[in-house]
């Protein structure tokens, strides 16, 4: 069974930073993507960064510039790094794993980032 477990979120004020992390369990499985998406209140659950096995990088662009995923493959673990962060940028993260063969989805339980005054 895969889990994921978040951690890393937090109230933070405008400019500040935020790392994410993310460590699974019960993945027996290769090819697959690792990745956070967000959903603030009232809004559809949103990409914010993928990566896939062999470092293949990809972000949302309200992120580009300030955001950078990484994934340690031995340990099964992925990082959000966040510098620079807005207001827009509150939202409850959530951790991703995409089984490719299978085009399944695995979530974790959320952490919330905070960005205000």
């Known amino acids: 069974q895969v889990q994921l477990v978040e951690s890393g979120g937090g109230l933070v004020q405008p400019g500040g930073s935020l790392r994410l992390s993310c460590a699974a369990s019960?993945?027996?499985?290769?090819?697959?993507?690792m990745g956070w998406y967000r959903q603030a209140p009232e809004n559809p659950r949103e990409l914010v960064a993928t990566i896939t096995y062999d470092g293949g990088e990809k972000y949302a662009d309200s992120v580009v510039g300030r955001f950078t995923i990484s994934r340690d493959n031995a340990k099964i673990t992925v990082h959000l790094q966040m510098n620079n962060l807005r207001p827009e940028d509150t939202a409850v993260y959530y951790c991703?794993?995409?089984?490719?063969?299978?085009?399944?989805?695995?979530w974790g339980q959320g952490t919330q980032v905070t960005v205000s005054p």
């Open positions: 991703n794993v995409f089984r490719q063969f299978l085009r399944r989805d695995y």
């Open positions: 019960g993945i027996t499985f290769n090819g697959y993507t």
